[in-house]
């Protein structure tokens, strides 16, 4: 594997044209999003896609890389939402994917924690990183929630419309959530070396 020095992903230009845009892909884990949605709850996951790969992390019982790729807008286990334009990306899809494996070995699946480090904060640090731009808020708001009602004792959920939240997000333009306990053929976990999706 191939290990990019520490720096700033989103400085570095390419002399190639490998300008990618990304996406962040959210996914319901609930029917009962369909109601929670419109107060700006929800349980969700979520993956970044470029380059024609999506790239989320999930937990396992393992001390190695939770992070995994799948097809866009199709990770097994989770209901498709919605995709949101995060920003763009110079580096090739080599120099992508190996940024993720980099970055995975923050992320491993024994590390996973509902809290304070699901797939969304993944997704956040990547975005953030790459594009300096945060994933929107509401995304990950129940884990922040949680974090907030651990720390006081007690939990309390505040109703906050999306659309509030979405002029929040213009303005500054920037879980409870599924564990991955048992990959399935549809999921790629990157390793040291090259990994292929399964075909059916």
Not at 22 to 28: E, G, K, P, R
Not at 31 to 37: K, L, R, S, T
Not at 123 to 150: H, Y
Request: net charge negative; glycine share 8%.
């Amino acid at each position: 594997m191939r290990l990019f020095p520490l720096i700033s992903w989103k400085g570095q230009k390419n002399t190639a044209n490998n300008h990618a845009l990304m996406y962040l892909n959210v996914y319901d884990l609930t029917p009962v999003n369909n109601y929670m949605y419109w107060f700006g709850l929800g349980v969700f996951h979520s993956g970044i896609e470029a380059h024609g790969m999506e790239y989320a992390f999930g937990a396992h019982e393992h001390p190695s890389s939770g992070v995994f790729e799948v097809e866009p807008r199709s990770c097994p286990g989770f209901v498709f939402r919605r995709s949101i334009l995060l920003g763009s990306t110079d580096m090739s899809s080599t120099e992508f994917r190996s940024f993720m494996e980099h970055l995975s070995n923050k992320y491993h699946g024994d590390s996973y924690h509902l809290i304070s480090k699901n797939c969304n904060h993944f997704t956040d640090e990547v975005s953030t990183r790459l594009t300096g731009n945060p994933i929107p808020r509401w995304v990950n708001r129940l884990a922040k929630l949680g974090d907030q009602g651990s720390e006081s004792g007690y939990s309390s959920l505040t109703m906050m419309s999306e659309a509030e939240d979405e002029d929040e997000e213009d303005s500054h333009r920037h879980d409870h959530d599924h564990l991955l306990t048992s990959p399935n053929m549809d999921v790629a976990f990157l390793q040291d070396k090259p990994v292929k999706l399964a075909t059916a």
